[in-house]
């Protein structure tokens, strides 16, 4: 076993015992949410949660889960947990199980972000159960794929396949920009277990999904050319291509929205990272500069543990000009592990 903390972590959250509902699993567990009749709901207050979540969503786009997560978990708990418990027509109590599927899954992936895992798997776990129960299959894939990214981004490639895999068993009707979100998760997780040719086949059908969705519509706020460009970048990576994932992300960053601000604090430390990899120190310099630009405005967990391994890296060259520069800003900014 890995002797880091993150080695350690990921053991213990990804072990066999962990597994994973399957659709037919979860329909009839409504009783777990319907324990009591505190009010009647009805479509507004359902309207409400989607529109909240859709804000809290973009609240952790732009400042991080750390950020936006405590308010998520307040929302669940003071108001879409009565709301949960309520009486109401069937329909509309099936849209709001529906609706909170959605938030706790928002609220695990901000978890994670934050570095909670094991907190992101119980409200990801809820999230699978609530979708389940309303018929939900698009939520239900999304957090299995989210679910999957976790397991990634812990070195846990087989779990991660799994997940990835039973993601796109239980979307068996999706839309081509839902395939293309589905087929880069598994390309990845191929990846990881060093697959090469199970990833390159994901990432084609990726890509021509992807084609496919945009020549019908373009749709902010989803899984988009830049996304595809991240798994692409990833892919490479995994498979030791670091020249061809650097390409990759810079395409993504060149392409990515604005709004994206948490994501791009990232990304663009991780390009930074292959670039140094690559021998391109006043490149990679020039880009880590680039992440310190959005830093001190979000809070996250997977940003700050880019940062330091940005100041462990080029501490290897204390004497070099561009080093120093970016020494004398970041440690003002980067916070102790």
């Excluded at 706790?104 to 978890?111: D, I, K, P, Q």
């Excluded at 990726?206 to 892919?235: N, R, T, W």
Aim: proline share 4%; glycine share 8%; hydrophobic share 40%.
């Amino acid at each position: 076993m890995d002797p880091t903390r993150r080695g350690v972590i990921g053991a213990s959250l990804f072990s066999v015992a962990l597994t994973i509902p399957g659709w037919q699993d979860v329909i009839g567990r409504e009783d777990a949410v319907r324990s009591g009749r505190m009010a009647r709901i009805g479509m507004p207050e359902v309207n409400a949660v989607v529109r909240m979540t859709d804000r809290l969503s973009s609240l952790d786009d732009e400042f991080g889960g750390r950020h936006a997560r405590p308010m998520a978990a307040a929302y669940l708990v003071n108001t879409v947990g009565p709301y949960l418990r309520a009486d109401g027509p069937d329909a509309v109590r099936s849209a709001m199980m529906s609706a909170a599927s959605d938030l706790c899954y928002l609220t695990g992936y901000m978890a994670v972000d934050e570095g909670r895992h094991g907190l992101a798997q119980q409200y990801y776990l809820r999230a699978l159960e609530l979708a389940g129960i309303a018929g939900d299959h698009l939520t239900y894939c999304t957090t299995l794929r989210g679910m999957s990214v976790q397991a990634v981004d812990l070195g846990h490639g087989r779990r991660a396949m799994q997940l990835a895999d039973a993601a796109a068993a239980a979307a068996p009707v999706a839309g081509p920009r839902m395939q293309a979100f589905l087929a880069g998760q598994q390309a990845h997780s191929a990846a990881a277990l060093g697959d090469r040719d199970s990833a390159l086949r994901f990432m084609r059908d990726a890509e021509k999904a992807m084609d496919i969705a945009e020549s019908e519509s373009k749709a902010f706020g989803s899984y988009d050319p830049s996304s595809l460009a991240y798994h692409l970048s990833q892919v490479r990576y995994a498979l030791r291509d670091v020249k061809g994932s650097v390409a990759a992300m810079q395409e993504s960053d060149r392409t990515r929205h604005d709004v994206y601000q948490r994501g791009r604090v990232r990304h663009r430390a991780t390009l930074a990272e292959r670039q140094f990899e690559l021998g391109h120190l006043e490149a990679a310099c020039a880009t880590w500069h680039q992440a310190l630009d959005d830093y001190p405005n979000v809070q996250s967990g997977r940003a700050d543990e880019r940062m330091r391994t940005m100041l462990r890296m080029i501490a290897r060259h204390p004497g070099n000009q561009h080093v120093q520069g970016l020494y004398e800003r970041a440690r003002i900014l980067v916070p102790a592990a």
